[in-house]
């Protein structure tokens, strides 16, 4: 892949993000919101990739890979009016379906839209699959991690704007209750993700969230969580009692021990 294949890629997708906005600002919202959120990880992973030291050629690829990851969401959200693939369809799947029928990648090579491919179809995935190669499986973990660096920072945003200026595909209709479930904070003590179908509330999704950090792969990603304060300020969302848990504390000291 060339600067100048990428190039041609970024103008494909701006054009295919314009052809949703339909001039109603709730609509155009939850559309401004993906297409921002897919600059950013671009951004997040082309300095993940930098900082690990991948080659010129290699952040072509991976910027690709970012570019795409959430090209589904936009046919997703149009056809079903959510972000909850759960309520709606894989958004991973759909924009698979979406490079695939556009024919977007057929200028590259076979062995690129192979990755780009997986990339894209398998970001979501709750856990890496063991039979990838180890090319695929690095830039796997590339937009897996650079993802998830810009997810917290649109859940916080969100969580601290008014209801009125929220996008309302984001936040997944968990009820806003007290407490969080015992469950979900088991998960944290022991260091592992917590899965979608555990979640009771929305304290429990944040807590969710924040059991992603286990799944990170790179030093970079944890300077660049450190660097940004995003623990702290999802944390700081939540009510006391689960400010001052051991799930969270638990974490914390994950975090405070991994490298770079």
């Not at 690709?64 to 894989?90: C, E, M, W």
């Not at 970079?220 to 799930?247: H, K, N, W, Y």
Request: proline fraction near 3%; charge should be negative.
């Amino acid at each position: 892949m060339t600067s100048d294949d990428l190039q041609r890629l970024k103008a494909w997708f701006a054009g295919y993000c314009r052809s949703f906005y339909t001039g109603n600002p709730a609509d155009d919202r939850n559309y401004a919101l993906k297409e921002e959120h897919t600059g950013r990880v671009c951004e997040n992973i082309c300095r993940i990739g930098g900082e690990e030291g991948m080659d010129a050629d290699g952040l072509l690829l991976a910027e690709a890979i970012a570019l795409f990851h959430d090209v589904g969401r936009f046919p997703q959200y149009r056809r079903y009016r959510t972000f909850k693939d759960a309520d709606s369809a894989n958004h991973a799947a759909l924009g698979v379906t979406v490079l695939r029928e556009e024919g977007v990648l057929d200028k590259l090579a076979q062995n690129e839209q192979d990755i780009i491919i997986r990339g894209v179809g398998l970001h979501n995935v709750f856990a890496m699959p063991a039979q990838l190669d180890a090319k695929s499986a690095l830039f796997l973990k590339l937009i897996r991690d650079a993802d998830k660096l810009d997810i917290w920072r649109v859940f916080i945003d969100y969580y601290l704007l008014p209801e009125a200026e929220r996008a309302s595909a984001v936040g997944l209709g968990f009820p806003d209750l007290p407490g969080y479930s015992p469950e979900v904070a088991v998960c944290l003590e022991r260091g592992e993700m917590v899965r979608l179908a555990t979640v009771q509330s929305l304290n429990d999704f944040k807590l969710l969230q924040l059991s992603w950090v286990f799944d990170l792969n790179f030093s970079a990603s944890f300077r660049m969580i450190r660097e940004r304060g995003l623990m702290g300020q999802l944390v700081a969302t939540l009510p006391a009692e689960a400010r001052d848990s051991r799930a969270v504390a638990a974490l914390f000291e994950f975090v405070a021990h991994q490298g770079g």
